[in-house]
């Protein structure tokens, strides 16, 4: 029986339902391609949308093998959640070495194939012969001028908008948010092959506890250059002249923490825990007065879902993922980022309207089922299948 995650039960039967017929119709080994996975020290949104499907399949009777990139202290075989993690290959090299890793059949057998394209893409379509279906958090867009210097970046650009959207022009391409599928056609990617899937929330995260004393803001997330940690701090340092006990917390790690270190030196009412545990984010979530996020690009605002979940409002920045994931003005409030420390505060001074942001944002998480996205992923997969007899390879 398929665990629901709370508000999913329809989608969890249906689920376990989908799954005994695509087992039926020879499709029961799929094999995951990403970049990095969930226990990867650099493991952020995307690997944990991937880990709540994932692990739902393994529930429901599937064979998932989830291919990434190595990571320091990580095995190089594991098994997490019912299913199967290899991690070989470097960053850039996991590309190549799991193309001929699945052409030489070396992690076994496979009935279908998902792909998670964070930037650089798998080109399944190219060499996959079974089902496929490729999914895309966010086209990376100004990214790659923060990651690369030229002309890297632009041949990184090139790739993701002009070459990559042809070869994938028959492939299924699934986005978490309605947002970045208007940004995906933009450039170039056909319309009757994209769909959006809203991401779930985990009923783990859940109201509870009481919040901090003193106005606490909290910012959750890997610390790389695209979550704009640095212009946050400013920010909220502008929100402290009208809220001056405010304290600001910032939970993560990734390359741009040594600067953040640097930059919150001397700063009291800045914290730094780096990474946390689940039960330290919960109570993370439902102390903080507001959840809050300078990204400047997103697929989907998986945190200030979280934040939702437990009962705690956002303020963010008025990018299209984030319009996907906040009812602006409803579960939270969305400028642009020289207007974010004002309006922090303002928010922080006007209880009635920071309550009323919680519950509406309470209500709008509940309505997000991991249990769906699950299953509306094996969906497409099962749309290639019927009415095709034995197994894909």
Not at 139 to 152: A, L, N, S, T
Not at 236 to 256: M, S
Not at 367 to 383: C, F, H, P
Request: proline share 7%; glycine share 10%; net charge negative.
């Amino acid at each position: 029986m398929v665990a629901s995650d709370g508000g999913g039960d329809a989608a969890a039967q249906h689920l376990e339902n989908l799954a005994g017929e695509v087992v039926g119709r020879g499709l029961r080994r799929i094999h995951v391609l990403a970049w990095r996975d969930l226990d990867d020290p650099d493991a952020g949104g995307s690997e944990v949308h991937a880990d709540e499907f994932m692990r739902r399949w393994a529930e429901a009777g599937l064979e998932v093998t989830h291919r990434t990139s190595a990571a320091v202290d990580l095995s190089h075989e594991d098994t997490r959640n019912g299913y199967r993690v290899i991690r070989r290959g470097g960053r850039y090299s996991v590309f190549p070495r799991t193309f001929a890793s699945e052409i030489a059949g070396r992690m076994g057998p496979y009935d279908a194939l998902v792909e998670i394209w964070n930037g650089v893409p798998w080109f399944s379509p190219i060499w996959a012969r079974t089902p496929n279906v490729t999914f895309i958090h966010h086209v990376h867009g100004p990214m790659w001028d923060q990651i690369f210097p030229r002309p890297v970046s632009d041949v990184g650009r090139l790739l993701e908008t002009r070459i990559a959207p042809l070869a994938y022009r028959r492939t299924p391409i699934l986005t978490p948010s309605e947002s970045t599928r208007e940004e995906l056609l933009e450039v170039g990617f056909r319309p009757d092959r994209v769909q959006s899937i809203p991401n779930g929330v985990d009923s783990f995260f859940s109201p509870g506890g009481s919040r901090s004393p003193d106005p606490l803001v909290i910012a959750v997330g890997r610390q790389a250059p695209v979550k704009r940690y640095a212009e946050l701090i400013a920010q909220v340092d502008i929100a402290r002249q009208r809220v001056p006990n405010l304290r600001h917390r910032l939970l993560g790690e990734g390359p741009e923490r040594p600067h953040l270190l640097n930059l919150s030196a001397g700063k009291g009412w800045i914290e730094l825990p780096g990474r946390v545990g689940r039960d330290e984010l919960l109570d993370a979530y439902r102390s903080a007065w507001l959840v809050v996020s300078a990204s400047l690009d997103e697929g989907w605002g998986l945190t200030l879902t979280e934040g939702a979940a437990s009962g705690t409002p956002c303020v963010a920045t008025d990018i299209r993922g984030h319009r996907s994931s906040v009812q602006d003005g409803e579960t939270g409030v969305l400028v642009p980022l020289a207007r974010l420390g004002d309006t922090i505060a303002a928010v922080l001074l006007d209880a009635p309207s920071r309550e009323a942001l919680g519950a509406a944002a309470l209500d709008w998480a509940r309505s997000l089922s991991w249990d769906a996205v699950a299953q509306r992923i094996l969906e497409t997969l099962a749309e290639q299948v019927r009415g095709a007899s034995g197994p894909g390879r």
